[in-house]
């Protein structure tokens, strides 16, 4: 009876793709945080220097482009995050009043809140994704 230490080459790829998935998942959640961080004083209506505001545009878009693209596999956030990665684009500035801008604020704190909260899905469980496509392990070998 032989026990092989060597993982197998589908072994060692389901542990790249795991690796890989999981670090995906901690980049979207690391952005979703500092989006919020960003957002949360926008939201409250606190008076900020424009620098600010034109901070807030750079790291919204660059949360939601991240989500965009790690995400797309889900349409309904995949549109979600497109269409705010549209609006809070610094290259082609849209300008809006002041009271239209805290309600999309509202909206985009309530996207990346129900994003960054939701409970994992199969789709989303990098974990579950990785186990379930796993071959079936067979390392005791009779010769």
């Known amino acids: 009876m032989l026990i092989s230490h060597c993982p197998s080459d589908c072994e060692m790829k389901v542990s790249h793709s795991l690796k890989l998935s999981l670090n995906n998942a901690r980049i979207c959640q690391f952005a979703i945080l500092v989006a919020l961080a960003f957002l949360l004083p926008a939201v409250f209506d606190v008076?900020?220097?424009?620098?600010?505001?034109?901070?807030?545009?750079?790291?919204?878009?660059?949360?939601?482009?991240?989500?965009?693209?790690?995400?797309?596999?889900?349409?309904?956030?995949?549109?979600?995050?497109?269409?705010?990665?549209?609006?809070?684009?610094?290259?082609?500035?849209?300008h809006m009043a002041r009271d239209h801008w805290r309600l999309l604020d509202w909206i985009c704190v309530v996207v990346l809140g129900w994003t960054i909260l939701r409970p994992y899905t199969k789709v989303d469980d990098p974990i579950r994704e990785a186990i379930a496509s796993a071959p079936p392990q067979n390392r005791h070998d009779k010769s």
């Not at 965009?68 to 705010?84: D, M, P, T």
């Open 47 to 94: 008076r900020l220097s424009y620098f600010y505001y034109g901070n807030l545009r750079w790291v919204v878009f660059l949360a939601f482009s991240i989500l965009a693209i790690f995400r797309h596999s889900e349409r309904l956030l995949f549109v979600l995050v497109l269409a705010g990665a549209c609006l809070f684009n610094p290259f082609l500035r849209i």
